[in-house]
């Protein structure tokens, strides 16, 4: 998928987005030790890619050029295929929604990937031997005629050459009635929680027929709904908590210690809506589409349309760092209402220490803030403008004052190039953009001055 | 247009996404609510002072000429509207200017903030200019005739608001609703939206949206909303059923 070659310019646009809308990737994710590297994509397939072992050893130098390890597709299997409910007639997308790695417990790996309404377990395991000298069967499997055997021998294994397997290993569905935005698992490495719109429901890894209800805001009368659940995770370290982030801008965390059915939160995360900027839009912007914890477990990190926040779970009054993504989009609020940008949810990521943020924008853009300076700088995931091994320069959005060479002004944006979905290396400075159908695998040279130039 | 479109876009109908565009529609018609209720109470006012002033002239006929009859109702419409809530202080003006003005000068508008709009009701055949709100029918009026004048239109124009809500349960008939709802639009100048004429455009179509938003503005949308909510569209009850 990073080998996506452009097509001519042939003035085919419209068809160039029919063929490839389902290349569109639509999630990425490292494993927790940051070897695999797993991508969905719009069309129901995940492609896992795995970093070099060779240069493992020797990308753990600092400075190091050319030998960081660099990823190669590893695996790739159809994981969701377009389905239909026919009681409601609906269509159901085979679009990936998220993919989460379970800890790796064997020479196994899992991961867990879920469309709109259905989970899967994957097991992807390796096998570079097979058994060889069968009495029963030749070397293609065909049965052999058993006058021919002569003499028993015993098969042994021999080394062949390295195959990867996908399998099935559980299907978690009929869980949810509404869309499916998020999983996450727990770090009891039993259970995960999947979400969708209105309720968030606990799984066994094991169990498939059954799952446990922990969260349901869905009214009574769902003409009085006024707000719908847009991501949920685990505590990386508690068991028992969680957060779930709203349309209305708030976070819960909920304690399941507490009670069976936590729709009573523990703690109510909101920031006070400032009367002066109230608009037609505020509900919208307000939303938050993306919520992580930090690697510590400390804090919280939400995406709403226009800024990143980074919140304290021990103080509910507000975040406590605002990071602007593109403040000058907010005059901009009507078109981008108008052509549906305004309804992008964009992820937001930690680095491995929890002193870096990074974001998606527009135009190939994605902002990261360091946390202790509050300095962000602009980086563009486009292939024109960066070589193998060449570094990145930082971009700038041209708003008012003196205007730079390269700076780009906000019309001339383009809104169909947009970094919804990342991940970061969870030990090194390695990031992975998803930009539509393209990965942009990025390292930093392990140089701290580098993330704020 | 976002809502009717979901519904055939595949994996079905998205409820955050709905659930957000009814809340910019709620929005928008909050804002033009207001601006209708302001608008409606500034004609009250303005009609009660009319009347007031037409009542002063009458107690005393013969006491003033035509100039100190002007200037006195002048004075007592500076007062009444220095009383009144004023939301606008560009609309006062002009109308203390301009009634007791000519007619021939109603038709220049030295006012820099008014739009001067020319519409056909469709029911009434009535051709009305509007001017910042302020409504000039198109009949020959001097001083006298023009209070009656604007009162039969503030009558006529209320006549309208019920058309207008009315037109809210008529959701299948939008085009109707929607000239009809373009004249009112006119009568606002709303600097601050721009897209208000859409908007309005758009409610009319969907309706007023989730009845548990309209609950917090109960003060507002009291008259309104009972025959808007009567009015829910067919897809909301879509919504329900996914």
């Not at chain 1, 009929?174 to 929680?193: A, K, R």
């Not at chain 1, 477990?297 to 605002?322: C, F, I, N, Q, S």
């Not at chain 1, 019309?411 to 919804?420: E, M, T």
């Amino acid at each position: 998928m990073g080998e996506d070659t452009e097509s001519t310019k042939i003035n085919h646009t419209f068809l160039r987005d029919y063929v490839t809308e389902a290349d569109v990737i639509s999630t990425v994710e490292f494993n927790q030790t940051g070897d695999l590297l797993a991508t969905g994509d719009k069309g129901g397939r995940v492609v896992i890619f795995q970093r070099e072992t060779e240069s493992k050893g020797e990308s753990e130098e600092v400075g190091d050029t050319g030998d960081s390890g660099e990823y190669n597709v590893y695996s790739t299997f159809q994981s969701h295929e377009p389905d239909f409910d026919y009681l409601k007639s609906l269509e159901i997308e085979e679009k990936i929604n998220k993919i989460r790695w379970l800890p790796q417990q064997n020479a196994a790996h899992f991961l867990l990937s879920t469309n709109d309404k259905t989970i899967k377990l994957w097991k992807v395991s390796e096998r570079d031997k097979r058994p060889e000298g069968y009495n029963l069967k030749d070397e293609e499997g065909r049965i052999k005629d058993v006058s021919t055997i002569t003499s028993l021998q015993v098969p042994v294994l021999k080394p062949t050459d390295l195959m990867v397997e996908v399998r099935p290993r559980r299907v978690f569905s009929n869980g949810h009635t509404y869309h499916v935005n998020s999983i996450s698992v727990n770090s009891d490495g039993e259970t995960y929680l999947s979400a969708d719109d209105l309720r968030i429901n606990m799984w066994h890894l094991g169990i498939t027929d059954r799952s446990f209800n922990i969260v349901d805001i869905k009214p009574a009368n769902m003409e009085d709904l006024t707000e719908v659940i847009t991501s949920a995770e685990f505590h990386p370290h508690h068991c028992h908590l969680f957060v779930y982030s709203s349309s209305k801008g708030t976070l819960r965390l909920c304690d399941m210690r507490a009670s069976a059915l936590c729709d009573k939160h523990a703690k109510l995360y909101e920031e006070p809506e400032d009367p002066g900027s109230r608009s037609f839009f505020s509900e919208i912007i307000s939303s938050v589409s993306d919520v992580k914890f930090s690697h510590s477990g400390r804090y919280m990190l939400t995406r709403d349309y226009l800024t990143a926040k980074v919140w304290d779970l021990h103080m509910d009054k507000g975040p406590v760092e605002t990071y602007q993504v593109h403040e000058y989009l907010r005059s901009k609020l009507c078109s981008l209402y108008e052509n549906d940008c305004i309804f992008d949810k964009f992820e937001c990521v930690w680095n491995s220490s929890d002193s870096v943020i990074m974001t998606g924008a527009y135009n190939s853009f994605f902002r990261m803030f360091d946390r202790e300076t509050g300095r962000g700088v602009t980086l563009e995931a486009w292939r024109e403008s960066s070589k193998p091994r060449a570094v990145l320069r930082t971009r700038h959005v041209y708003t008012g004052g003196k205007r730079r060479r390269g700076d780009v002004g906000v019309d001339s944006l383009d809104f169909s190039k947009k970094i919804l979905h990342m991940a970061w290396h969870p030990a090194e400075n390695i990031i992975a953009i998803a930009a539509t159908n393209n990965l942009y695998i990025f390292q930093d040279r392990v140089n701290p001055d580098a993330l704020t130039q | 247009m976002k809502i009717h479109n979901s519904r055939t876009q595949r994996g079905g109908i998205k409820l955050h996404k709905n659930l957000l565009v009814s809340y910019v529609l709620r929005n928008a018609r909050q804002v033009y609510i207001k601006e209708k209720y302001a608008e409606i109470y500034r004609m009250q006012q303005y009609e009660e002072v009319m009347t007031v002033c037409n009542e002063i002239q009458e107690l005393n006929p013969l006491d003033l000429d035509a100039e100190d009859a002007e200037e006195e109702r002048a004075a007592c419409c500076g007062e009444d509207f220095q009383r009144g809530k004023e939301q606008e202080p560009a609309y006062y003006r002009s109308c203390c200017m301009e009634a007791p003005s000519p007619c021939d000068q109603l038709s220049v508008n030295i006012n820099t903030h008014c739009n001067t709009t020319t519409v056909l009701d469709l029911d009434t055949h009535v051709v009305t200019t509007v001017d910042n709100g302020y409504i000039h029918q198109d009949c020959c009026c001097d001083t006298f005739q023009c209070a009656p004048s604007a009162q039969s239109s503030a009558k006529k124009r209320k006549m309208d608001f019920s058309y207008c809500t009315s037109d809210f349960d008529e959701l299948q008939d939008f085009t109707t609703t929607r000239k009809r709802l373009r004249r009112e639009d006119c009568l606002y100048s709303c600097q601050e939206f721009t897209e208000t004429s859409n908007i309005s455009t758009l409610i009319s179509i969907f309706g007023s949206g989730f009845s548990g938003l309209l609950s917090r503005q109960a003060d507002l949308e009291q008259i309104c909303s009972k025959q808007a909510l009567a009015g829910l569209g067919a897809w909301t009850r879509a919504i329900v059923a996914f």
